[in-house]
C-alpha cells in the first residue's frame, strides 16, 4: 500500500518544499532549500533582509516558479499547475502583504467583500452579514464606512486580514505583518493571527525579522539565510541555538556571519581614486 | 560598432515591448467577452473616462469652432463665399479636428490618469493582491478600462464637433453677421452621412482603441516605484500623441483615395 504523499490533502504536510533553487536577477536566492510546513500550525520563516522569506511565499502562492525543485501545497504541485486550477488552489490560501494592498477606491466593507462579490453570488442581506462578522473579528466593525486613506497602518492591516479570512481560506500567510507598527498594533496582529489559527483551524505562515513577537506566537520557526535554512525548531529551540548564523539574527549583532560591509575594494585606494 | 549595438537594442526592445502590447491586447479582448455579465464595470469607466473627461472637451469644443469660424470667415469673406462658412466649420470639425483634438485631450487627461492609477495599483501590491484572491486583473481592472475608453471617445468626439459647430454659429452668425439660414442650410447640403461622419466615426473609434490600449498597457507594465509610474505616464502621453497623429494622415488617406 502506497504512503501517503507528503502535502497530501490527507497528510499533515500542507507545504513540502524539495530542493529548491531560484534564481532573480541573476542572483541566487534560493540555494537548495528543503522544508516542509505543519497544517494547522503557526510557522514561522525568519530571516534578514533579502533572505528570500517573502519568495518563499511567491513560490507557495505561484506567483514565482522555481528554477529546479518541487514545491507542494495541498498535494498539488504549484509550478506545473494550470492558471486555472493555480486559481482553485488560491481560492483556498490568502497572502497578507506587508502594506495590505487594501483597493483605495473601495471603503473598508467593500474590500473585505470584494473575493465573495467576485467569488460567489451570495445575497446582500448575507454577504453583509458575513462581512460586519470578519470586521467584528478585527475590532473594525465600526470602521466600516472608512476609507482605506482614512486609516492608520496597523487598521489598514486588519482590514487585510478580514478580507484574508472572508472566504475561510486552509491557510494564510503573513508577509512581514508587524513592519511598521506601533508596540500596540504589533500586540493587536500577533494576538489576532494566533486566535485566528486556533478558531477557525487554518495553517498561517508568518514570515518576519521581528523576532520577539513572532517567536511569541508560531509553533515552529525556520530561520533563513543565504538562501538556505540555517536554522529550526520550537522558537525555545531556535533562541538556545549555538550557531553564530543564529545567534547574531536573534540577538541584533550588528557583525558575524553576515558582514556590516557590503563588499568593495580597498578603502585607501577608492577614497585616492577620483572614479565615482 | 557601439552605436550599431545600441540601435540594435533599441530595435530589439520595440520589437519586443510591441510584442508584449499585442498579448496584452489579445488578452485583454478575450476577457472583455466575460465583461457581458457585469457590464457595471464598463459603466463605471465610461464615467471615469469619458463625463469625468467632458468639460475640458466642451470647452476646447467651443473655442476649436469660434477660432474655425473667426478664420474661416476671414478667408471665405474673400472670395465672397461668406455664407458657407458653416460648411467649413463643420467639415474641418466632423473629418478632423473632432476625432484628432478630442483624442490628443483624451491622452492627456484621461490615458495619463488611466496609467497612473494602474501603475500605482501595481506598486502598492494591488494587482498582486487581487491575484492571489484569484481574480484576474486583467478581466477585473484593465478589461473594463480599455471598453470604457473605447466607448467614450467616439461620444466625446461627437459631443466635440457639435460645440464646436455651436462655437462656428456664434461668431460667425452672432459677431460677423453670416446669415444663420445660410449657415445651417450649406452645411446640411454639404456634409454627407458616409462620407464625413461616419468616416470621423471611424477615425475616433480607432483612436479609442489606440490610445486606451496605450494607456493601460502601459499602466500595466509600469516599473513599480514612484519613478517608473512617471515614466510611463509621460510614454502614455507622447505615444498616444504620435499614434492619433499617425493614424489620423493613414486613415485620411485611405478614406480620401488620394494616395
Redesign the interface.
Given at each position: 500500500m502506497n504512503q501517503p504523499r507528503t502535502g497530501a490533502p490527507d497528510s499533515d504536510i500542507l507545504v513540502d518544499i524539495r530542493d529548491v533553487n531560484l534564481s532573480l536577477g541573476g542572483r541566487q536566492i534560493l540555494k537548495g532549500i528543503t522544508f516542509s510546513i505543519q497544517r494547522g500550525k503557526v510557522t514561522a520563516i525568519m530571516g534578514g533582509s533579502g533572505s528570500g522569506k517573502t519568495t518563499l511565499l511567491n513560490l507557495f502562492?505561484g506567483?514565482l516558479k522555481p528554477n529546479t525543485g518541487q514545491v507542494i501545497v495541498d498535494g498539488q504541485s504549484v509550478p506545473d499547475l494550470k492558471t486555472k486550477e493555480l486559481?482553485?488552489l488560491?481560492?483556498r490560501?490568502?497572502?497578507l502583504?506587508?502594506?495590505g494592498?487594501?483597493?483605495?477606491d473601495l471603503s473598508v466593507f467593500e474590500n473585505v467583500a470584494?473575493?465573495i462579490r467576485?467569488?460567489t453570488r451570495l445575497s446582500e442581506s448575507i454577504l453583509r452579514k458575513v462581512v460586519l462578522m470578519k470586521l467584528e473579528t478585527v475590532g473594525l466593525r465600526g470602521a466600516r464606512r472608512l476609507m482605506p486613506s482614512e486609516l492608520s497602518g496597523g487598521m489598514a492591516r486588519r482590514v487585510a486580514l478580514a478580507?484574508a479570512i472572508v472566504?475561510e481560506p486552509m491557510m494564510i500567510m503573513y508577509d512581514e505583518p508587524f513592519t511598521g507598527l506601533d508596540p500596540i498594533s504589533k500586540g493587536v496582529i500577533a494576538k489576532l493571527i494566533r486566535e485566528l489559527n486556533q478558531s477557525l483551524g487554518i495553517t498561517s505562515i508568518v514570515v518576519s525579522h521581528d523576532v520577539p513577537e513572532t517567536c511569541s506566537i508560531s509553533d515552529y520557526a525556520y530561520l533563513i539565510g543565504d538562501g538556505r535554512i540555517i536554522g529550526q525548531g520550537t522558537p525555545a529551540e531556535v533562541q538556545q541555538s549555538n550557531s553564530d548564523y543564529v545567534r547574531q539574527f536573534m540577538d541584533g549583532l550588528p557583525e558575524g556571519p553576515v558582514p556590516y560591509q557590503y563588499p568593495a575594494g580597498d578603502y585607501v585606494e577608492d577614497l585616492m581614486s577620483s572614479a565615482a | 560598432m557601439n552605436t550599431l549595438r545600441v540601435l540594435g537594442a533599441i530595435v530589439v526592445n520595440s520589437v519586443e515591448r510591441l510584442g508584449r502590447a499585442s498579448l496584452f491586447l489579445y488578452e485583454v479582448l478575450l476577457s472583455s467577452w466575460e465583461l457581458l455579465r457585469r457590464f457595471y464595470l464598463v459603466v463605471q469607466q465610461v464615467y471615469a473616462v469619458g463625463v469625468l473627461t467632458l468639460l475640458i472637451i466642451l470647452v476646447s469644443g467651443l473655442f476649436v469652432g469660434m477660432v474655425l469660424g473667426l478664420q474661416g470667415y476671414n478667408t471665405l469673406v474673400k472670395f465672397g463665399s461668406a455664407n458657407s462658412l458653416g460648411l467649413l466649420v463643420a467639415l474641418s470639425l466632423v473629418r478632423e479636428l473632432g476625432p484628432v483634438v478630442t483624442a490628443l485631450l483624451f491622452a492627456g487627461r484621461a490615458g495619463s490618469a488611466l496609467t497612473a492609477e494602474i501603475g500605482l495599483m501595481k506598486a502598492?501590491?494591488?494587482i498582486?493582491?487581487m491575484?492571489?484572491?484569484?481574480?484576474?486583473p486583467i478581466t477585473?481592472v484593465i478589461a473594463p478600462r480599455f471598453l470604457g475608453g473605447v466607448i467614450a471617445m467616439p461620444l466625446l468626439a461627437a459631443l466635440f464637433s457639435a460645440i464646436g459647430v455651436l462655437g462656428g454659429h456664434l461668431v460667425g452668425v452672432g459677431l460677423l453677421g453670416v446669415d444663420a439660414g445660410a449657415f445651417w442650410s450649406q452645411m446640411q447640403a454639404g456634409v454627407d452621412f458616409r462620407d464625413d461622419i461616419m468616416n470621423g466615426v471611424v477615425k475616433s473609434v480607432v483612436f479609442g482603441v489606440v490610445c486606451t490600449w496605450i494607456a493601460v498597457f502601459e499602466g500595466y507594465d509600469a516599473v513599480p516605484t514612484s519613478e517608473g509610474v512617471a515614466s510611463a505616464t509621460n510614454r502614455t502621453v507622447v505615444y498616444s500623441s504620435l499614434a492619433v497623429l499617425g493614424l489620423d494622415f493613414i486613415l485620411t488617406a485611405l478614406t480620401l483615395g488620394e494616395v
Open positions: 502562492g506567483r486559481y482553485e488560491r481560492k490560501m490568502a497572502l502583504f506587508q502594506t494592498a487594501l483597493f483605495t470584494f473575493p467576485e467569488h478580507r472566504m | 502598492t501590491e494591488q498582486a493582491g491575484e492571489m484572491m484569484a481574480v484576474n477585473r
